[in-house]
C-alpha cells in the first residue's frame, strides 16, 4: 500500500473505531483493519490489553510486552507497587499472554525492563502500531515518545492511553500530562493527533500518522 492509500484508510478506519466506546474493541478494531502485524504495547500491567489485542487480531505476528514489572525510583503513580505485588502482577500478565495456551501465545515476545532501556531491543522502522500506557508523567511520557516514535514504520500507528493532563489519582501522585506532551512533540514534528475516546471516560486515546500531511 502506497503511503496515500494508507493514511486514507487509516483515516476512514480511525473514525470508525472512534464510535467503538470499549478501550480493547476498539483498538483491536483499528489493529485488525489496517492489519498490524508487528507490534509494541509500553506499560501492560496484568496483560488485559495484550491478551485483548492477542486474542482478537489475527493478523498480528510479533508483539512486544514492555514492562519492568518492579518498583520504580522515581515514578509517583499508583500502578507503582512493591515488587512483591508486581511478581503477582508478572505471572497474571504472563498467563494472560506467552503462557497461555492459545495458538497466539507465541506471537508475544516479553521485554522486561523500561521504555528507556528496552528501545535498543528492536528496530527502527520495524514496528506498524506502537501502544504507550506506561508512565503518563511529563518525563515519562517525553521518553516514551522519544524512544518509540521511531520505531513505527513510515505510515504506521502511535497510540496510546490517557491523553489527558490532569492530577488524574488525585494530588497524591504526580500529575498525567500525557495530552501538553503529545501536543508538543506532535507540533515540534508536524502531526496530526487524532482522539479516540472522550472526555468522560478518561480513556483518551491518541493516533498519528508518522510524518506529516499523511492524515
Ligand atoms: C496503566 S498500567 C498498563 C495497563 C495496560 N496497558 C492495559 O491496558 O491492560 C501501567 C504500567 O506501566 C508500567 N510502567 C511504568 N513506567 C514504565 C516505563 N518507564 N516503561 C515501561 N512500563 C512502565 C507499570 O509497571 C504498569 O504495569
Known amino acids: 500500500m502506497t503511503i496515500d492509500v494508507e493514511a486514507a484508510k487509516s483515516k476512514e478506519v480511525l473514525e470508525m473505531g472512534k464510535k467503538i466506546k470499549d478501550r480493547f474493541k476498539r483498538w483491536s478494531f483499528v489493529f485488525k483493519e489496517l492489519g498490524v502485524k508487528r507490534a509494541a504495547e509500553i506499560g501492560v500491567w496484568e496483560g488485559d490489553f495484550a491478551h485483548a489485542v492477542l486474542s482478537r487480531v489475527d493478523s498480528i505476528e510479533e508483539y512486544y510486552l514492555v514492562d519492568p514489572w518492579k518498583h520504580l525510583q522515581n515514578w509517583d503513580k499508583p500502578f507503582n507497587k ?76 502511535l497510540c496510546g492511553d490517557d491523553f ?19 501536543s508538543a512533540f506532535a507540533e515540534v514534528h508536524g502531526l496530526v493527533v487524532v482522539e479516540m475516546g472522550d472526555a468522560e471516560d478518561l480513556h483518551l486515546s491518541l493516533w498519528r500518522q508518522r510524518y506529516k500531511n499523511e492524515y
Open 164 to 182: 489527558t493532563d490532569s492530577f488524574q489519582h488525585g494530588k497524591n501522585f504526580a500529575p498525567t500530562f500525557v495530552k501538553s506532551v503529545v
Open 82 to 157: 512493591r515488587d512483591s505485588e508486581f511478581n503477582t502482577v508478572f505471572i497474571k500478565a504472563m498467563k494472560q499472554s506467552v503462557e497461555s495456551n492459545e495458538p497466539w501465545a507465541k506471537k508475544a515476545k516479553v521485554l522486561r525492563g523500561s521504555s528507556l532501556d528496552m528501545a535498543s531491543k528492536v528496530k527502527d522502522g520495524s514496528l506498524d502500531m506502537v501502544y504507550i500506557d506506561g508512565d503518563h508523567t511529563a518525563r515519562g511520557t517525553m521518553i516514551d515518545l522519544l524512544k518509540w516514535f521511531d520505531k513505527v514504520r513510515p505510515g504506521g500507528l
